[in-house]
C-alpha cells in the first residue's frame, strides 16, 4: 500500500504561482511512478504530468507549456508541482497519484492505484 498526502493548493491571482507537494509512505519511494491530476466539475481527472525516478526528465501533458514543473525528493519521498503563470482555467483539484512502474506512458488516471486526498487550486482573474 501507498499513501498520498497532498498540500499547498489555495486561492491566487492569475499571472501567481503555487507550489503543491504530495508525499507518500508505505512503498519504497524510488519504485514507484508519481504523477499529478486535476479535476473539474462533471470531467475526468486531466493528465498534468508525471516523474518516474528523479533522475529521469518529468513529462507533462501539452497545456503545461513550460508552466508547470515536477520535482521529485527521494530523500523525502515527495514530489512537487510548482505552477507559474497560472491561469483561471487552472482552476480544479489537483491530485497526486502512484503505481508501480519505469514507464512515462502511464498518462490516464485509470492507470493508477494510489491517489492522495486532493487539494483545491482557484486561480482567480
Known amino acids: 500500500q501507498v499513501q498520498l498526502v497532498e498540500s499547498g493548493g489555495g486561492l491566487v491571482q492569475a499571472g501567481g504561482s503555487l507550489r503543491l507537494s504530495c508525499a507518500a509512505s508505505?512503498?519504497?519511494?524510488?519504485?514507484?511512478?508519481m504523477a499529478w491530476f486535476r479535476q473539474t466539475p462533471g470531467k475526468d481527472r486531466e493528465f498534468v504530468g508525471l516523474?518516474?525516478?528523479?533522475?529521469?526528465?518529468?513529462v507533462y501533458a501539452d497545456f503545461v507549456k513550460g508552466r508547470f514543473t515536477i520535482s521529485r525528493e527521494n530523500a523525502n519521498n515527495t514530489i512537487y508541482l510548482q505552477m507559474n503563470n497560472l491561469k483561471p482555467e487552472d482552476t480544479a483539484v489537483y491530485s497526486c497519484?502512484?503505481?508501480?512502474?519505469?514507464?512515462?506512458?502511464?498518462?490516464?488516471?485509470?492507470?493508477?492505484?494510489?491517489w492522495g486526498q486532493g487539494t483545491q487550486v482557484t486561480v482567480s482573474s
Open positions: 508505505g512503498r519504497i519511494f524510488t519504485d514507484l511512478v
Open positions: 516523474s518516474v525516478r528523479s533522475d529521469t526528465t518529468p
Open positions: 497519484a502512484a503505481r508501480w512502474g519505469d514507464s512515462t506512458t502511464f498518462r490516464r488516471y485509470y492507470e493508477y492505484r494510489f
